[in-house]
Nanobody, 115 residues
Framework: VQLVESGGGLVQPGGSLRLSCAAS????????MRWYRQAPGKERELVAH????????NYGDSVKGRFTISRDNAKSTVYLQMNSLKPEDTAVYYC?????????WGQGTQVTVSS
């Protein structure tokens, strides 16, 4: 299993970013996917969850109404559209999958929200 995140960077408050996670090594369309984040000195927290077919979606309370998770099973990729970014969204964002045999994480992508 390999998960490769991209799309992070530095953005001003109120701005937007779109993260991508390219998956390989497993049948992507069979499994739910998640985005987590971890800020310095804080525990890793769940940001968003999407079911295998894209019909079951949940968000962490802190990002509801601002972030949107989606997936393209043909491209084996999950996305996180982040709008109205706040300084408290600054963190390393990780892609995650549990295949029933393995729990796998990507290497993470840094998102920094600062003026």
């Amino acid at each position: 299993v390999q998960l490769v995140e991209s799309g992070g960077g530095l953005v001003q408050p109120g701005g937007s970013l779109r993260l991508s996670c390219a998956a390989s090594g497993f049948t992507f369309s069979n499994y739910a996917m998640r985005w987590y984040r971890q800020a310095p000195g804080k525990e890793r927290e769940l940001v968003a969850h999407i079911g295998s077919a894209g019909s079951s979606i949940n968000y962490g309370d802190s990002v509801k109404g601002r972030f949107t998770i989606s997936r393209d099973n043909a491209k084996s990729t999950v996305y996180l559209q982040m709008n109205s970014l706040k300084p408290e969204d600054t963190a390393v964002y990780y892609c995650y999958v549990y295949t029933g045999r393995n729990r796998s994480w990507g290497q993470g992508t840094q998102v920094t929200v600062s003026s």
